[in-house]
């Protein structure tokens, strides 16, 4: 445990914890978009974002942040618009993004090693700075995404639904493609931009096969994003590992675990079979138990109860019906 003494593993361990958190938080609401790759979008954005902060002398974080934002505004008011399709706005973000990044950082002559801090995530490039700006962004999308949790969740299923309920929907896509934005770039020094889309996706994904019903899976999903992170920290202390690398493993094989745990929970869930009795299909009956030395009739001395065109006789709590040789059990 000597590790917690050191301030940079400190530092590491807070700001795992708030990408542990938020990116699932955003990421519910992305993967029930059925946009799941929009995060590495906007990761190759924030890439330019680094590097334009890497030609300024700029802190990388704040920049990437705007320029995060910038982006996420622009394709989603192109989708909107219908100017563009999804596909060729994810393109744009992609190849774009990445390239203007890396153009700008070579220009300065700081290469690809120091993009690698920022696309893999490093432990030592968190600075106390960096760390207060991270707390106050992970507040606000903690706030958006769990205080509008209706709105952005009839947004996300279904868009005219919620314009027929009356919702802004154009504002509410507009908040979901900033909060993502954002998301990204608080991730980008634990888990690293190009990595940052599977620790918003990956744990959603694991919670929704185990789990129905979006709050109950939500608030899962932030867990297991969090013990994702965690884990993923602490283990890149001891194995020497980049820690991005080793929290997306651990959020897949999370997932891979819950696949035979969801089979089994589906069995479960199945409801009984129904079996359809017509007028055309006989009833099932059961033979009572052999009379011995004892046959019904009107002096028996059981209940006699008129049943169709037959007597029914009360016997044991049962109602014996005569049928050939041997009584029915109703």
């Known amino acids: 445990m000597e590790w917690l003494g050191l301030a940079f593993m400190q530092r590491a361990l807070i700001a795992a914890l ?20 929009l995060g590495d979008g ?27 934002i910038c982006g996420a505004i622009v394709i989603e008011l192109l989708r909107q618009s219908g100017k563009a399709s999804a596909d060729v706005a994810m393109a744009i973000l992609f190849y774009g993004g990445l390239a203007t990044g ?14 690698s801090n920022y696309l893999f995530g490093s432990l030592l490039t968190i600075s106390e700075t960096d760390l207060w700006l991270i707390l106050v962004l992970a507040l606000v999308i903690l706030a958006a995404s769990i205080g509008l949790m209706p ?33 990204v770039t608080v991730s980008m020094r634990t888990v690293g931009l190009l990595m940052v889309s599977a620790l918003m996706v990956v744990p959603v994904a694991t919670a929704n096969n185990v789990l129905i019903g979006f709050k109950r899976s939500f608030f899962t999903a932030l867990g297991l994003g969090v013990v994702a992170a965690l884990l993923g920290v602490i283990g890149s202390f001891y194995l020497n590992a980049p820690p991005g690398s080793l929290i997306v493993v651990l959020t897949i094989i999370g997932f891979v675990l819950s696949l035979p745990i969801a089979q089994i929970m589906r069995r479960r869930r199945q409801p009984a079979p129904v079996i359809e009795v017509t007028d055309a299909t006989p009833l099932p009956h059961e033979t009572a138990r052999p009379h011995v030395d004892h046959q019904h009739g009107p002096d028996c001395g059981h209940l006699a109860v008129v049943h169709g065109d037959h007597t029914d006789y009360v016997h044991d709590g049962h109602r014996h019906a005569p049928h050939g040789d041997h009584y029915d059990e109703h």
């Open 42 to 68: 906007l990761g190759h954005v924030a890439i330019a974002g680094v590097g334009l902060a890497l030609a300024t002398g700029t802190a990388p974080l704040p920049v990437a942040v705007i320029v995060a």
């Open 102 to 115: 890396v153009l700008l950082a070579g220009l300065v002559g700081q290469g690809t090693g120091t993009l």
């Open 151 to 183: 709105q952005l969740f009839a947004v996300c299923t279904d868009e005219d639904f919620a314009k027929v309920m009356g919702l802004p929907v154009r504002f509410y896509n507009l908040l979901i493609v900033v909060l993502a934005a954002i998301t």
């Open 18 to 37: 708030l990408a542990g958190v938020t990116s699932p938080a955003i990421g519910a609401y992305i993967v029930q978009r059925r946009l799941s790759l």
